[in-house]
Each structure stands twice: as structure tokens, then as C-alpha cells.
């Protein structure tokens, strides 16, 4: 597999021996008539996982395409038959249909959530045709695009758009019985581990074992018959090392279905003890107070666009961030691939999920519509990784015109996440407007020191900095300033974009950037910051690293910027 690109298991917190990877080289036609049929001629070659609109794909075509096909032969052993196959996508922007063999086997929306496609009768033994359709239309209201620019150009904050197949597409052979799903929730308090089972089919009497590791030495172990619609069963674990910030202990989990005696099914895990809580206005990880560090994280790359060259690439993000001083990150306008959740895992790395909302109209109730149902695909399938401190389904849901955005439509996705899952905190939408949130946060490109100084310096318990008074209200929640910073540093660059004006040298940028950060992190009331950017992304020239992730600053001033995150900040001294 490893001469395949993104040749890696896709899924590391669910992984079984049996599956083929079917990145690589794939037919492929853009369809901008929308006329297209499975058996249509195809004209092109695209590499798979990467984007046609990415260089890496070998097309490189930037212009809108509302719709685009795929086909390739995938080759199946007698071997492979014996159990079920099933048809995995990684991400397919935005509306997905597939077929094999000239049969349509499966559809799907929603351009950021992974899913699956069960194809056992669809295919046989030796070649079978593949074929994948794309419909992707960015600008219509009817569906999130996050960062990618509905004008031809990028433009500002917006950037190349993203069409079809984005991440990797793989089988995985399983029994015609098979393990379909595990949710963990721990706690450290406890030493306990309570786990939620579900298999696809229960015609007989079945039983999971359940064997629990911490660096290869053995925990724990319980066997459970299953039920119907899910089991519920809980373990202890002695001596419980705690999943911390650069602290990653995490523990090793291996589940067996058993028929009789047999196991009929085998699959890999892991899992960190740990857990977040809102406590004295501040964020608690395992029964302390923390400020985040955090740094927005766009996801994007100059040759893949959404999708990193190489496995290397995402864990080399945390760790450029990690040296910097920063605990974190707000994944932006974007689901992340599990493998770079996986690296953050491994690495002791938190970040905060998010959707990629902008796009969606959501002034009417219309939008929840379009919205919910991938983002539960989302939360279901990362519900798992340690590294996510909380979720963010919505980002800056401005007005559309004179139709203000519908607050029901954050206040609902934001009970529904909270019953998908009640361990993490729930941000609605980030920075504004509003309707029901766990923390309160905003967002505050002021570049003036002693203005952004004096504004966070007079935040108290009770009374905040509010940027839209009337159309949101604080309830005494956490305090959190998710954006701010986003200076414009290109030196012999005429053009570009970023937030304000920018700095005149690399000394009045080591200032502002250290004045800014030291009045958030002074503020007892105040939890947590995220600064713009880690990168520059195409024309936004607002990063710490440029977009080939080299450095663009002195060694001096990346000290200064290490030494200010790095510094106390209020609200973790001693209580």
C-alpha cells in the first residue's frame, strides 16, 4: 500500500487487517453540461484522494465544475467474498452517488463526513467497475463550502475550491456479522470505561470480548453478550494515566466477536482517559483549570489543497505549532481528516471541532435541514479522539441580506449535538450571533495594543467585551477570544491580504503580537485564545509559518512568540 498516495489506514481508531486501499490512478471527466451517464467517455486521468482543482491530482482545474465523474476496475478475489464488502469514502464533495457494475449501489450528501456503502451484492470475483458521480454546487445557499471561494478567483479569506473525491476511498472486507461501531466515554475519577456497542445484524446469540492495554501490558478484560440496538457495558481500569495536553497516554483496546467460541470479527482501538468540564468560568481537563493556547488551522495545502501530500504533513502541522507554544487549534471551516486527528491524539494536542457552515443559508429553518444530518455523521464518527476539547458546528453566521440569520437553527443543532454528545462543550457558532452556547466567544482583529489592552483588560466575571450588543446576550459563560491577531506580514509582496495594518518591521510585529496574546492571557477571566493564523493560505498573508510551512520571521521573533504563549496565563494558578 505504501506506493499508493495516502497510502495509510484511513480510519486508525477502528482497524481491521482486511481491506484494500483504492487511491491512485482513476478516470475521470468533467461533466459541465450535467448530461453525464455511468458509461459516459471518460477523457482524463485524476490521482485519488487529491482534488481535481489540486495540482497533485494531475488536473489542476480551477473553475467551477457542478459536476464531475470517476471510474476505475477494481479487481476481487474469491477470498474477499466470503463475508460482506463494504464501499468506504473518506470525503466526497458534495453530493455523492456510486455504482458498480453498472448498478447504482449508494448515495450520500454532505461534502465534509465519511461513509460507507455496503456493495456485497453488487460485485463479484475479478474486475469489477467502479464508478463515482460528484454534484457540487457551491453557490446556491444549499450547502456548506466553509473557506472555498464562491467568485472564480480566491479572494481575501477565501480560497481554491474543492470538487468530488478528497480523501482516500478504500474497501474493508468484514463477516457477514461484524462489529459496525464502539462509542468510549471514560472517567479518570472512576477508572472507568464505559463502552456502547453495535453490531450491523443480530440473527443469533453473539458475544464481545473487550481487552484493554497501557503500553503493552494488559488491564483489563470482559466478554458481554450483545443485544439488539446496542450494549452497554462498563470496565475498570487500575492506576488510570490521564490523556493530558503533550501528556498522550493513551491506552490500547482490542474488541472480538465472538460466535460460540469463535471470533468471527477483530478490531483495533485506543482510547484516553480524560475529561472536560466547565467549572468557574473556565474550561477544566481532568479536574483543572487550563487556558488554550490555540491557533487557527485552516487545513489547507499548496498542492492538495483539502487534502495534505502525505500522512507526515498533518502530524508536521501540530508539531510546528506545538514549538511555537501553542497547546491547540481551531480546526477552521473544515472537518479534518482522522488521521490528523489520530496525530493530535498521539501528540497531546487539543483542538475544537468544527463544520465547514459558511456557505449554507441558514435565515430559515431550511438550513438545519441541510446541515444536521452530516454534522451527526461528523460527531459520531470523532466522538472518540481525546484530542477534541468541544465541538463548534457554526462559524460567524452573518445575515444574508436584509433576512437575519435564524437563531432556531443554531439552537437546535446545538441541543441535538449536546444529546449526540453530552461530554464536550458545545460552542453554536463562533464569534456571532449567539443563541445557546457553552462558552462565550468573540472574535477581534484590533491591532492597536493599548486599545485591544484596555478592551480585555476590563473583562471581569460579570461584564465582557461585547462586538454585537442586541444581537446576542452573555449569560456568565466562559469567556473566550476564538480570533484575534491576523496580522499581514509579506515583506516585498504587493499584494495579499490580512487583518488591519500591516506591522512596518519584524520588531513592531514581535511587540504587537506579544502585547496582544499577554492582555488575554493576564485576565483571570478569560479561558482561552486562538490566533490567526499558523500559515499563510494563498493570498492571506496572515500566518506564522508561509503556506510551505517555512518560516517567514528571525529566529528572535519566533522566541518572542514562543515565550508569550508559553508564559502563565491567570487562570491556571492556584485556586
Known amino acids: 500500500m ?28 468533467i461533466d459541465h453540461g450535467k448530461r ?36 476505475r476496475t477494481v479487481i476481487l478475489t474469491h477470498e ?53 458521480h460528484a454534484v457540487d454546487h457551491q453557490r446556491g445557499g444549499k450547502q456548506p463550502h466553509g473557506k472555498q471561494c464562491d467568485k472564480y478567483h480566491s479572494k481575501g479569506c477565501f480560497y481554491t475550491r474543492t470538487t468530488g473525491i478528497w480523501q482516500t476511498v478504500w474497501l474493508e472486507f468484514v463477516p457477514r456479522m461484524y462489529l459496525k461501531s464502539v462509542q468510549v466515554t471514560t472517567d479518570y475519577r472512576m477508572g472507568s470505561v464505559t463502552f456502547l456497542a453495535t453490531v450491523n445484524e ?21 466478554e458481554t453478550p450483545l443485544s439488539a440496538g446496542g450494549t452497554i457495558y462498563t470496565m475498570q481500569v487500575g492506576d488510570v494515566k490521564c490523556w493530558d495536553i503533550l501528556q498522550p497516554n493513551l491506552y490500547d483496546v482490542t474488541y472480538e ?80 481528516e482522522e488521521r490528523f486527528l489520530c496525530w493530535a491524539d498521539r501528540l497531546g494536542y487539543l483542538v475544537w471541532g468544527e463544520q465547514a457552515s459558511w456557505g449554507l443559508d441558514i435565515t430559515t429553518s431550511e438550513g438545519l435541514i441541510n446541515f444536521l444530518p452530516e454534522w451527526l455523521e461528523v460527531v459520531a464518527r470523532d466522538r472518540n479522539h481525546p484530542s477534541i476539547i468541544g465541538w463548534c458546528p457554526f462559524n460567524e453566521t452573518w445575515d444574508q441580506g436584509r433576512r437575519r440569520a435564524d437563531k432556531r437553527v443554531l439552537e437546535a443543532v446545538y441541543l441535538t449535538t449536546k444529546a449526540a454528545d453530552p461530554t464536550r462543550p458545545v460552542i453554536d457558532t463562533s464569534g456571532n450571533y449567539h443563541a445557546r452556547t457553552d462558552l462565550y466567544d468573540v472574535h477581534d482583529y484590533e491591532q492597536d495594543v493599548v486599545q485591544f489592552a484596555a478592551r480585555y483588560g476590563a473583562v471581569t466575571r460579570d461584564s465582557i467585551y461585547e462586538p454585537h450588543p442586541g444581537r446576542q446576550q452573555y449569560e456568565g459563560q466562559p469567556y473566550f477570544i476564538s480570533e484575534y491577531g491576523g496580522a499581514w506580514w509579506a515583506p516585498g509582496q504587493k499584494k495579499g491580504w ?26 483571570p477571566h478569560i479561558c482561552a485564545l486562538c490566533y490567526t493564523q499558523l500559515y499563510d493560505v494563498e493570498q492571506e498573508q496572515n500566518g506564522l509559518y508561509t503556506y510551505q510551512r517555512e518560516p517567514k520571521f528571525s529566529p528572535k521573533i519566533y522566541e518572542q512568540i514562543r515565550a508569550a504563549n508559553s508564559a502563565p496565563a491567570a487562570n491556571e494558578k492556584e485556586r
Not at 484511513?10 to 487487517?17: A, E, L
Not at 479536574?287 to 487545513?299: E, H, K, M, N
Not at 506591522?503 to 504587537?512: D, L
Request: glycine share 10%.
Open 80 to 132: 474477499q467474498l466470503a463475508g460482506r464488502v463494504l464501499l468506504h469514502f473518506g470525503a466526497v464533495d458534495y453530493a455523492c452517488t456510486a455504482f458498480l457494475n453498472g448498478q447504482k449501489c449508494g448515495t450520500h450528501r454532505g461534502g465534509y463526513s465519511s461513509f460507507q456503502f455496503d456493495i456485497t451484492e453488487y460485485v463479484h470475483a475479478g474486475e469489477n467497475t467502479l464508478v463515482v
Open 498 to 523: 490580512g487583518y488591519g495594518k500591516a506591522p512596518e518591521s519584524e520588531a513592531e510585529f514581535g511587540r504587537r503580537y506579544t502585547g496582544l496574546t499577554r492582555a488575554l492571557m493576564d485576565n
Open 257 to 336: 466477536l465472538l460466535d460460540g467460541n469463535a471470533v468471527i470479527d477483530t478490531v483495533q482501538s485506543y482510547f484516553g482517559f480524560r475529561t472536560v468540564e466547565l467549572r468557574e468560568h473556565s474550561l477544566w481537563l481532568n479536574g483543572r483549570p487550563i487556558f488554550q493556547r490555540l491557533v487557527l488551522d485552516q487545513g489547507y495545502y499548496p498542492d492538495g489543497v483539502y487534502t495534505a501530500p502525505t500522512d507526515a504533513d498533518l502530524k508536521r502541522d501540530i508539531e510546528l505549532s506545538i514549538a511555537l507554544g501553542f497547546n491547540g487549534a481551531r480546526l477552521h471551516q473544515k472537518v479534518f
Open 36 to 71: 453525464g451517464r455511468p458509461d459516459s467517455h471518460f477523457d482524463k486521468t485524476i490521482l485519488v484522494p487529491f482534488c481535481p482543482e489540486s495540482k497533485l491530482s494531475g488536473i489542476e482545474n480551477r473553475d467551477f465544475m457542478e459536476s464531475v465523474w470517476y471510474r
Open 202 to 222: 443480530l440473527p443469533k446469540a453473539l458475544t464481545l470480548r473487550t481487552s484493554i492495554s497501557f503500553d503493552g501490558k494488559p488491564c483489563a478484560s470482559f
Open 2 to 29: 505504501t506506493n499508493l498516495p495516502r497510502g495509510e489506514y484511513p480510519r486508525p481508531q477502528f482497524v481491521r487487517s482486511a481491506w484494500q486501499n483504492l487511491n491512485g490512478a482513476w478516470e475521470f471527466r
